[in-house]
Each structure stands twice: as structure tokens, then as C-alpha cells.
């Protein structure tokens, strides 16, 4: 019995070896039961190198992908604790309805595009039939603190636990990568974003990241301590940045820009900046703790919210540009500064500009009015009607987001379908 048992351990690791080829198989020893061997080889066909496909559980490592190279997302792939998933640069990620990639809790994302290499993960419609809402988007989820001391679930169908006591926890890298069509809500209060980062730790890597056509926010943190920088958000939906649970880190170098409503119907209250700081009973230390840096935001629909700061939350504004954010209502950031029961929300602004002032939270200047603050961010805007979908517009380089040079050059994409 013992000989038919290794022998049937034996069929499986062949089989794991044929269908995963660069994914690693943590090995079985021979006294093992026949019936792991076969968990096992069905638990790592979630990263099949041969059809290049991301489905299931992914354990162990993986690595899929290549310059050109099409990798399919199967419904929800979820990169368990342990687990290493590598893309390469150049690979083109496509996912349908119900498709999401979930990094868990101990297991990391290493999706290091270049420039000239982007990793691009999109809808698996045609070109100019894609649309928002096709797929679902990206989650990190970590062990960071975060504003609550009970357990807290993602916002999603999947309800994944996250937080936890590691400021420094890594989920991996996320660098020129784009995600376009994607985010999806299922219900009020329930979504996936185009990035979601849980409880994401600093020795997490957000560089060069775009978000494209979202359905809801380009991206989200909710509580962690990870920094990100060089962020794109192109014709979302809701919010291009969204902090809450207790964020505390530093985003920089942020470039916004919208589109009409007849391309992309907007949520019930988009803004630019959605910045929380946690539940009613978040204090001075576990509140959001945010600073945003160099940073555009650009609406020619002159319709959005420019954003909020409430529930505790204390946000840094420092070099910044707007134009065209209507100016009513919370547009300002004006929130009442007793929403939380144990610290007031607070906001501070410096280099700050603006076509029209903006006032802070407590009624004192933030955004300092420039009349000519359009040009100073986009020269050339984007044409929006049929034929003009592969344009790009002409970015003043020179605007507090891009601080110089249009890192957007080369990888970003703007098509709205």
C-alpha cells in the first residue's frame, strides 16, 4: 500500500511540474499521505505558466508573464501567506466581470514594470469596447495598523480580514503599473477599487501606478503605513485619493484629470481628495495622519468636489495646483470640526494654489486664488469625442504633479474605451 501511495505522490508532482514550470512546489515527503500530493497539485494549477493563467489559491512561487506576454485572471486569485507571485515587465494582465487579484495577509505582489515595460492589467473586452466595471482592480492586504482595535474586513464581497502591529510589513512591489477598466461596487459601501491597500506596511513599494476609467476610486487606503508616489488617476468615477482607518504615510507627486460625465457617469459625490481619519472613537494616535505633496488635480467639467477631511482625520497639503473644482458646498474641505468625540479634524496647507480660493476646515486660507492656474497644469487638453480616443494632452511639466518632468511620458494610457 505504502508503494501505491508513493507512486500516486510521485503522478502528482509531475503533474505540478508540467503545469506550473516556474512556480515552486514546496515538496512532499515520501511517508506523506497521496491525498496532500493531490491538494497540492490542484492548488497550485492557480498559477499555470502553460496557459498563463492566475485562478484560485496561489501558494508558493510564482511567476507568470513577459514583454507582450497575455496573462488571463480567472475570476479571484488570491496570493496566499508565503506566497511570492511575480509578473514580469511588459505583461498584460486581462480580467472579466468577477476577476480581482487579492496579495493576503504574509503574501507579497512583485510587479515591477519599467517604462518602457509597464504592467498593464485591463479588461479582456476589445479596444474601444472596454468600459468601467469590466474587472475588479488590485488589493493589498496587510498587517499595519490600523484606527481600530477589532478586527476589520475589506469592503468587498470577499470580507478578508486585515491590520495588525507591523508598520514596516511588505505586501511586495507595485511599480509602473496601470489598472484600467476595473473597479466594481456591488453594493453601497461595498467595492473594489482600481488599488485597494489594507493595512499595507511601509516596506511596501507604490511607485508609478495609473489608474484608468474606474468605476469607483483610483486609490484607497485604509489605515497602513505605506508611502506612495507618482500617482495617476485618468476619468474616474469617485475619488481619485481616498485615506481612512487610520492611514498614516505620505503620497506624493499626484496628477489628476477627468473626464465628462457622457464618458464616464460619475458616483453621487466624487471628489479629488476623500480623507478620513477613521471611526468616531479614533484618537490623536490612531487617526489618519496623512501629508499629500506635489500634487494636480485637474476637472474641465468644473462639476467635482475638490474633497473632505473629517472623522478625526489631520491632512498635510503641501504644493499644490487645482483647476476648475466647483466651489460650494464641502468643495472648500470645509467639514465640521467636531465630527469625531475625540479630536477634531484638522488640516494645514501650504503652496497651494487654485482659479478661486479655498478655505481650510476651520475657516482660514488653504488654496490661494490663480487665474491662470489651467495652463500652469495642462496646456493642451484632451479632445473628448469619437476619433480622439488615443490622444494625449499636453502636460505642463512644470506643475507641482509632476514636479518637472512628465513621468507620465511612455507608460501612461488615456483611451476612455
Same mark, same amino acid.
Request: proline content about 2%; glycine content about 10%.
Given at each position: 500500500?505504502?508503494?501505491?501511495?508513493?507512486?500516486?505522490?510521485?503522478?502528482?508532482?509531475?503533474?505540478?511540474?508540467?503545469?506550473?514550470?516556474?512556480?515552486?512546489?514546496?515538496?512532499?515527503?515520501?511517508?506523506?499521505?497521496?491525498?496532500?500530493?493531490?491538494?497540492?497539485?490542484?492548488?497550485?494549477?492557480?498559477?499555470?505558466?502553460?496557459?498563463?493563467?492566475?485562478?484560485?489559491?496561489?501558494?508558493?512561487?510564482?511567476?507568470?508573464?513577459?514583454?507582450?506576454?497575455?496573462?488571463?485572471?480567472?475570476?479571484?486569485?488570491?496570493?496566499?501567506?508565503?506566497?511570492?507571485?511575480?509578473?514580469?515587465?511588459?505583461?498584460?494582465?486581462?480580467?472579466?466581470?468577477?476577476?480581482?487579484?487579492?496579495?493576503?495577509?504574509?503574501?507579497?505582489?512583485?510587479?515591477?514594470?519599467?517604462?518602457?515595460?509597464?504592467?498593464?492589467?485591463?479588461?479582456?473586452?476589445?479596444?474601444?469596447?472596454?468600459?468601467?466595471?469590466?474587472?475588479?482592480?488590485?488589493?493589498?492586504?496587510?498587517?499595519?495598523?490600523?484606527?481600530?482595535?477589532?478586527?476589520?474586513?475589506?469592503?468587498?464581497?470577499?470580507?478578508?480580514?486585515?491590520?495588525?502591529?507591523?508598520?514596516?510589513?511588505?505586501?511586495?512591489?507595485?511599480?509602473?503599473?496601470?489598472?484600467? &477598466?476595473?473597479?466594481?461596487? &456591488?453594493?453601497?459601501?461595498?467595492?473594489?477599487?482600481?488599488?485597494?491597500?489594507?493595512?499595507?506596511?511601509?516596506?511596501?513599494?507604490?511607485?508609478?501606478?495609473?489608474?484608468?476609467?474606474?468605476?469607483?476610486?483610483?486609490?484607497?487606503?485604509?489605515?497602513?503605513?505605506?508611502?506612495?508616489?507618482?500617482?495617476?488617476?485618468?476619468?474616474?468615477?469617485?475619488?481619485?485619493?481616498?485615506?481612512?482607518?487610520?492611514?498614516?504615510?505620505?503620497?506624493?507627486?499626484?496628477?489628476?484629470?477627468?473626464?465628462?460625465?457622457?464618458?464616464?457617469?460619475?458616483?453621487?459625490?466624487?471628489?479629488?481628495?476623500?480623507?478620513?481619519?477613521?471611526?468616531?472613537?479614533?484618537?490623536?494616535?490612531?487617526?489618519?495622519?496623512?501629508?499629500?505633496?506635489?500634487?494636480?488635480?485637474?476637472?474641465?467639467?468644473?462639476?467635482?468636489?475638490?474633497?473632505?477631511?473629517?472623522?478625526?482625520?489631520?491632512?498635510?497639503?503641501?504644493?499644490?495646483?487645482?483647476?476648475?473644482?466647483?466651489?460650494?458646498?464641502?468643495?472648500? &474641505?470645509?467639514?465640521?470640526?467636531?465630527?469625531?468625540?475625540?479630536?477634531?479634524?484638522?488640516?494645514?496647507?501650504?503652496?497651494?494654489?487654485?482659479?478661486?480660493?479655498?478655505?481650510?476646515?476651520?475657516?482660514?486660507?488653504?488654496?490661494?486664488?490663480?487665474?491662470?492656474?489651467?495652463?500652469?497644469?495642462?496646456?493642451?487638453?484632451?479632445?473628448?469625442?469619437?476619433?480622439?480616443?488615443?490622444?494625449?494632452?499636453?502636460?505642463?511639466?512644470?506643475?507641482?504633479?509632476?514636479?518637472?518632468?512628465?513621468?507620465?511620458?511612455?507608460?501612461?494610457?488615456?483611451?476612455?474605451?
Amino acid at each position: 500500500m505504502k508503494g501505491i501511495k508513493m507512486l500516486k505522490s510521485a503522478a502528482a508532482l509531475i503533474a505540478v511540474s508540467a503545469l506550473t514550470a516556474q512556480c515552486s512546489f514546496l515538496g512532499l515527503e515520501e511517508e506523506e499521505d497521496d491525498s496532500t500530493a493531490l491538494l497540492a497539485a490542484l492548488a497550485l494549477t492557480a498559477c499555470n505558466q502553460d496557459t498563463q493563467t492566475l485562478s484560485g489559491e496561489i501558494r508558493g512561487l510564482c511567476t507568470l508573464g513577459g514583454d507582450g506576454v497575455t496573462v488571463t485572471l480567472s475570476g479571484t486569485a488570491f496570493v496566499e501567506s508565503g506566497a511570492v507571485l511575480t509578473i514580469l515587465p511588459g505583461s498584460i494582465v486581462k480580467g472579466s466581470s468577477g476577476a480581482a487579484l487579492y496579495v493576503k495577509q504574509g503574501g507579497r505582489i512583485i510587479a515591477e514594470g519599467t517604462s518602457s515595460k509597464p504592467i498593464v492589467f485591463t479588461s479582456n473586452k476589445d479596444v474601444g469596447s472596454r468600459a468601467p466595471q469590466d474587472w475588479g482592480g488590485i488589493v493589498l492586504v496587510g498587517n499595519a495598523p490600523i484606527s481600530e482595535t477589532q478586527t476589520l474586513k475589506t469592503e468587498d464581497n470577499v470580507q478578508t480580514p486585515y491590520g495588525g502591529n507591523n508598520s514596516a510589513d511588505s505586501s511586495g512591489v507595485l511599480k509602473y503599473v496601470r489598472v484600467e &477598466f476595473g473597479s466594481y461596487e &456591488f453594493s453601497t459601501g461595498k467595492e473594489w477599487n482600481a488599488y485597494s491597500f489594507y493595512a499595507v506596511g511601509s516596506g511596501t513599494t507604490l511607485e508609478y501606478l495609473q489608474s484608468l476609467m474606474a468605476a469607483d476610486d483610483a486609490f484607497e487606503f485604509f489605515g497602513g503605513a505605506a508611502n506612495a508616489s507618482y500617482l495617476l488617476s485618468v476619468g474616474t468615477s469617485d475619488d481619485d485619493v481616498d485615506v481612512d482607518e487610520g492611514y498614516k504615510g505620505t503620497i506624493s507627486y499626484v496628477f489628476a484629470y477627468r473626464y465628462t460625465n457622457a464618458l464616464n457617469t460619475f458616483s453621487s459625490d466624487p471628489r479629488a481628495f476623500e480623507l478620513d481619519g477613521g471611526k468616531a472613537t479614533a484618537t490623536a494616535s490612531t487617526r489618519s495622519d496623512a501629508t499629500i505633496q506635489n500634487f494636480s488635480m485637474y476637472d474641465p467639467t468644473g462639476s467635482l468636489r475638490l474633497g473632505t477631511v473629517r472623522d478625526c482625520a489631520k491632512i498635510t497639503f503641501s504644493n499644490g495646483q487645482v483647476y476648475n473644482y466647483n466651489t460650494s458646498g464641502n468643495a472648500n &474641505f470645509v467639514t465640521s470640526s467636531s465630527d469625531c468625540s475625540a479630536v477634531a479634524s484638522e488640516m494645514t496647507c501650504s503652496s497651494f494654489t487654485a482659479n478661486g480660493a479655498r478655505t481650510s476646515i476651520t475657516g482660514g486660507a488653504c488654496a490661494t486664488d490663480d487665474a491662470s492656474i489651467q495652463t500652469k497644469i495642462v496646456t493642451t487638453e484632451k479632445v473628448l469625442t469619437a476619433g480622439n480616443e488615443a490622444q494625449v494632452p499636453t502636460l505642463n511639466a512644470t506643475t507641482a504633479g509632476l514636479g518637472g518632468t512628465d513621468w507620465t511620458s511612455g507608460w501612461a494610457n488615456w483611451r476612455w474605451n
